[in-house]
Every structure is written in C-alpha cells, then in structure tokens.
C-alpha cells in the first residue's frame, strides 16, 4: 500500500526566503508525481506534476525535483511572498491511475 | 476548456439529515473521481467511475455514502444520514483516458459542516 509523508507539517518563514518541502513515497512503482496548492477550505490547485521519467519540473518561482528510485520530491520555493501562504500537498499517481495524497506541508509567509 | 464544476460551494446540515453533492467533470472526461478531505488530513478516495460504471468505492462507507453517475457524464454523492465525523471538503475531480488518465483535475469542493 503506497504511503506519502510530508515534512514538515506546518512551516513559517519571513517575506525572501527560499524554502523547500519534503515529500516521500514508499512505493516507488508511480506514472507521476504532483504537487497542489490548497487555500483553506478550498479546492485544490495542480503546481506542477512530474512524470515518472522526469527529474525536474519548473513554473515561475517553484521547481519541484523527482528522486523516484529513493522515493522523494522536493517543491523548491523562491522569494517566498505572503500570497504563497497555503497547505501544499504532494501526491502520487500509482496504479489504476490512484491518486495518494499525503497530508500536506501548512506554509505561512510573513511579512 | 471548462473545469470541473461542483455544487453547492457551502452546505450546514444536522446530524441525521442527509445532503446531496453534484459534479460537472470536464467534456470528454471519461473518469471520475469523489474525494473525502478532512481537516487537517489529505483527500481521501472515496469512489471512482469509469464511464458510469464503478471501479474503485472500497473506502465509501456504504452504510450512509451513496454515489451515482447516469449517462456517464455528471454524478451525484449523497449521505443519508449524516454524522458528525462527515464535516469535510468533498472534492471532484476528472480524468481523461485519451492522456492515458494519469493525471487528475479538481474542482472547488464542497464545504460540508454537520452539526
């Protein structure tokens, strides 16, 4: 049964930094990983997903990286802002096209 | 190209009532997914369709969880009676079988709180 572990938890950083999110997953057998953003109470918003034969994925200021051999994902985040305050989640596609969640890193950017 | 639609945003029941969720899936979208997201916790797969037959509903409690999707196109979830422990984001989200169906797009959710 894959399981997805996120570290840390909860995270608070001051307005520039650059901060990174841990994801791993046990079951390294995967089509893709993604990473979503959640504003409280919301849906979900896909960031980026990489495929399984990728490393790297970038958008703007986020790069997420892919390790699917040691079963791990960082989401890189730039210049942290206040609007980047959110829960991000990391999830794996894994067989039947299943989607695992894990439960998510709650960032805060202060100013 | 549209996204997937959800309704209604917002819904406060009591316990012992039940309550019923729509789900738009986008145009094509042969797969269909319900997700049950607690606070705190990552979304949960409830059930999947394929067309408008069921592949996966091994986490819905069947007791009080019921799911539907006529015509393979738009679905409904309903819970009859609810709990207190069914306060949650329930989330939707369609895939599409022609990209190989590996990656899933949500709608908005819908906030439900039971008192």
């Known amino acids: 049964k894959q399981e997805v572990t996120q570290i840390p938890a909860a995270l608070s950083v001051p307005e520039g930094e650059n901060l990174v999110l841990n994801c791993s997953f046990t079951?390294?057998?995967?089509?893709?990983l993604q990473w979503f953003r959640q504003d409280p109470g919301k849906g979900l918003t896909s960031l980026l997903l990489?495929?399984?034969?990728?490393r790297e994925q970038t958008s703007g200021r986020l790069n997420a990286s892919l390790d699917k051999s040691s079963g791990r994902s960082t989401l890189y985040i730039a210049a942290s802002q206040p609007g980047d305050s959110a829960t991000y989640l990391c999830?794996?596609?894994?067989?039947?096209?299943?989607?695992?969640f894990g439960t998510g890193t709650r960032l805060q950017v202060t100013l | 190209e549209a996204g997937v639609a959800q309704s209604p945003r917002y819904k406060i029941i009591e316990k012992r009532q039940s309550v019923a969720f729509w789900c738009n899936p986008i145009?094509?979208?042969?797969?269909l997914y319900w997700y049950q997201q607690i606070l705190g916790q990552g979304p949960k797969l409830l059930i999947q369709?394929?067309?408008?037959?069921?592949?996966?509903d091994s986490q819905l409690p069947k007791d009080r969880f019921s799911a539907e999707r006529l015509k393979g196109v738009d679905s409904t979830l309903k819970i009859q009676p609810a709990k207190l422990e069914d306060s949650a984001v329930y989330l939707c989200?369609?895939?599409?079988?022609?990209?190989?169906?590996?990656?899933?797009?949500f709608g908005p959710g819908t906030r439900l709180t039971v008192t």
């Open positions: 079951d390294s057998a995967i089509y893709n």
């Open positions: 989200a369609s895939s599409s079988l022609r990209t190989g169906g590996h990656e899933q797009y």
């Open positions: 999830a794996v596609t894994g067989t039947a096209s299943k989607l695992t």
């Open positions: 990489i495929q399984s034969s990728q």
């Open positions: 369709f394929q067309n408008n037959g069921v592949v996966d």
């Open positions: 145009s094509g979208h042969a797969t």
